[in-house]
């Protein structure tokens, strides 16, 4: 999606100082452009520090060493005076796509454009308003957030995910058995069970050996079919020549042109059955199961890479 901001963009910057002390800030500032990230004007809001916290911070990126909030200075276990509710908050692009310097500002999980927040109590999910998927929303846990327009993580050697390394959670409390959930748009409507590969590799192999079976089946069916419609289109049987004596021995008769005909179609129908029989073995049995089921194929439908439990 295109950026719908300006590069530069000195909108939201107090008035007075664009009219009444331009002079003065851009004498001070430099150029004021921040080409070559040197300093330049734009508009921070004022942030509204809690008494007990120490704030690090520089142009419109903050570090925040205080206890549990998400908003005001009442909110959160910090403003609810909990203790053990420690939390570091980093945050940059305050404000969002509209930061104001003339507004005071209190930490915002929606519009700030950047935050990585550790808490040592938090309602995390309900801060960030996450869909509470199947595991539900974390009450009163330590929690780490992660929030921006991208995120990206990045392992040289490997990432990996992982669930209830100990029996005890932060609280000494038993930890929970949930695992990993994939919550696309935060949409919880359609949450499914991921699928493990190599079972369904191998549930496939068994569908794919009793497909086998029915084809033999089919097969073997149609070869007798086959040899029941040759003997039924040639048949023929002894009868007594009239008005001829019964001494006289009995004569075959002709094959009934109609089950010649009838034969005949039921034998080239036999046939193509039986060569249909054999393309779908070679294909289901060679084909399919050498493409999809075999783990040298680039088809293979295992991932070589991403593993679950």
Partial sequence: MANKKDSYDVSGVVDS???????????????????????????????????????????????????????????????????????????????????????????????????????????????????????????ARSAIGIKADGVRIIGRDGIKLVTRTEPQNSKDGSASYNGIELIACNDETDIQSIVKGENLVEALQELEARLSELSSIVLNHLKDQLQFNLKVASHTHFVNAAPAPPTVPPIPTVPAGSLISAGINATMNAAEGMIDNYKHRINTNILWKTKYLNSASSKYICSKYNKVN
């Avoid at 300093?39 to 911070?57: D, H, W």
């Avoid at 903050?62 to 909990?82: K, T």
Wanted: net charge positive; hydrophobic share 35%; proline share 4%.
């Fill in 17 to 139: 100082v664009l009219q009444f002390g331009a002079r003065t800030a851009i004498q001070s500032l430099g150029s004021g452009t921040g080409v070559f990230n040197t300093p330049l004007l734009e508009a921070i809001p004022q942030y509204i520090r809690a008494p007990s916290e120490k704030v690090i911070s520089h142009g419109n990126s903050h570090i925040v060493l205080g206890r549990d909030r998400f908003a005001s200075r009442a909110s959160g276990y910090g403003g609810q005076g909990h203790t053990q509710a420690s939390a570091i908050d980093m945050v940059v692009g305050r404000g969002g796509a509209s930061p104001n310097s003339t507004i005071n500002v209190d930490p915002n999980f929606r519009t700030d454009a950047a935050r990585i927040y550790i808490s040592q109590k938090a309602d995390i999910d309900q801060y960030f308003n996450l869909a509470s998927g199947t595991q539900g929303s974390l009450t």
